[in-house]
């Protein structure tokens, strides 16, 4: 539990925050100073301390105020992840809605997002279809939507709530015309899928890869807050990912691309999941993590 809310003198702005910083660091709370910022200016209606100004640090914060961050920093200090806690998260150009247990977008996916836009695509995506499998929150399909004003995706996730929020944040991002959404456990139903199916030209997934021995090591964020179906790849991580490029060919028109975020160790063991003409067109980006 946080500290009860007993003031003995108003705050301002940056008593609150040096406050939230100390006490989340105290508790061993991972990033505790950003946590703070992060969770206050969201109160004050800003994306970031930054974005505040600073002449607004020496604002007194009135009771309500005081009251709505103490409020959410204890759920800070029960590890909720701050995405969760503030319910929203900036991906690339779009703002999601965060709910647990839906898998929060890492920066990492960002930039396989900028991989499939830097592909050679006609202008605005018109006539270029994407199948989004695992969407999560809806970061991937609903950022390159945003991207490219002609595109058409259609997202599937096996997970109700994936698929809810998914829905949500197209709507509120106006996107929800070009997306089709689609609540389905692709492998378990790939000839559901395929009846009636139109080839698209990229499939694109940050799918779950981690190796399963490596759950453990995950910080209390994740494992308790988080759908770990979302990042469990099995023993070697590749079960989701042998799986998608198992039925690529057959969702794909010819000449159509697969983008897959995977771990580090994944590439020399991907090769075998590939039949050789395409194996020849695998490449691998190594980026500031482990997109590939
Ligand atoms: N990059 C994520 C993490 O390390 C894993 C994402 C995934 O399995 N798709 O938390």
Known sequence: ??????????LNVQQAVDHWGQTFERSGIPEPILSSQYIIAHVLGAKTMESLGSRRLREMLTESQVRRI???????????PVQYVIEEWDFRDITLR?????????????????????????????????????????????SLLQALPQLQVIAVDRSR??????????????????????????????????????????????????????????????????????????????????????????LLKDGGEVYLEVEPRHPPMIQRYVEEDAAAGLRYLQTHSDVA
């Open 1 to 10: 539990r946080g500290p009860t809310l007993t003031l003995a003198r108003r």
């Open 70 to 80: 103490w409020e959410l920093c204890d759920k800070r200090l029960s590890r909720m």
């Open 98 to 142: 965060m709910r647990p247990p839906v898998f929060i977008p890492r920066p990492e996916t960002e930039e396989l997002v900028g991989l499939v836009l830097s592909a050679q695509l006609p202008a605005q995506g018109a006539g270029v279809t994407v199948l989004e499998v695992g969407c999560g929150s809806g970061a991937i399909s609903l």
């Open 161 to 250: 709530d994936a698929v809810g929020l998914t829905r949500e944040n197209a709507h509120r991002l106006g996107l929800q015309d070009r997306l089709e959404i689609l609540h389905m456990d692709v492998f378990l139903d790939a000839e559901g899928l395929l009846r009636g199916w139109s080839p698209v030209d990229f499939l694109v997934s940050n799918p779950p890869y981690l190796f399963s021995e490596d759950l453990a090591d995950l910080e209390p964020e994740v494992l308790e807050f988080e759908d770990t179906a979302a990042l469990d790849g099995g023993a070697d991580g590749l079960q989701v990912i042998q799986s998608i490029l198992t039925l690529a060919p057959r």
